[in-house]
T-cell receptor, first 117, second 115 residues
């Protein structure tokens, strides 16, 4: 079974500082990996995705993530944090449903990002 | 706006009552998914529809839960005899068959509180 583990349930950074949110995956096949953001009382918004093309993936709002097979990692970074980045972030892996007709997303437990002024 | 919509956004119910949630997917999206998110956790897959056919159900979907998509458009999720452990955010997502199925678009969710 494919799974993801997010290291650190809470991360605090100062405004303007580097954001680093960690995600490690477990998969017996080349994975499709995703980062989602969730603002309070809202659904999930896709930040970026890795689908076996370039290992460095750029997403919205200057976020990016690097797929490292040797480390089984897919960490999310942003060079300079903004107050508006405060939210919960989820790493996810896509796996085929047993019916074979589609894929489900399996999420990590999330990392709450706090941005300090 | 033509995104995924869910109704209601919030539901408070007493233990033992039945509740029903509705999801309207993006127009023409023939794949629809339900996920459940409990406090402090990521969403967990519950069930999947392709058009009106329910093709997959998670072990999380106990027999108190039933989901339908009668005309292949909107979907409903019903929970019978609610329990406090059912308190969660219920998320709906949709995708287009001609696109990769991991490209799922999520609705804002229905937050259920069972007292």
């Amino acid at each position: 079974a494919q799974s993801v583990t997010q290291l650190g349930s809470h991360v605090s950074v100062s405004e303007g500082a580097l954001v680093l949110l960690r995600c490690n995956y477990s998969s017996s096949v080349p994975p499709y990996l995703f980062w989602y953001v969730q603002y309070p009382n809202q659904g999930l918004q896709l930040l970026l995705k890795y689908t076996s093309a370039a290992t460095l993936v750029k997403g919205i709002n200057d976020f990016e993530a690097e797929f490292k097979k040797s480390e089984t990692s897919f960490h999310l970074t942003k060079p300079s944090a903004h107050m508006s980045d405060a939210a919960e972030y989820f790493c996810a892996v896509s796996s085929t449903l047993s019916s074979g007709s589609a894929r489900q997303l399996t999420f990590g437990s999330g990392t709450q990002l706090t941005v300090l002024p | 706006d033509t995104g995924v919509s869910q109704d209601p956004r919030h539901k408070i119910t007493k233990r033992g009552q039945n509740v029903t949630f509705r999801c309207d997917p993006i127009s023409e999206h023939n794949r629809l998914y339900w996920y459940r998110q409990t406090l402090g956790q990521g969403p967990e897959f519950l069930t999947y529809f392709q058009n009106e056919a329910q093709l997959e159900k998670s072990r999380l979907l106990s027999d108190r839960f039933s989901a339908e998509r009668p005309k292949g458009s909107f979907s409903t999720l019903e929970i019978q005899r609610t329990e406090q452990g059912d308190s969660a955010m219920y998320l709906c997502a949709s995708s287009l068959e001609t696109r990769p199925s991991y490209e799922q678009y999520f609705g804002p969710g229905t937050r259920l509180t069972v007292t």
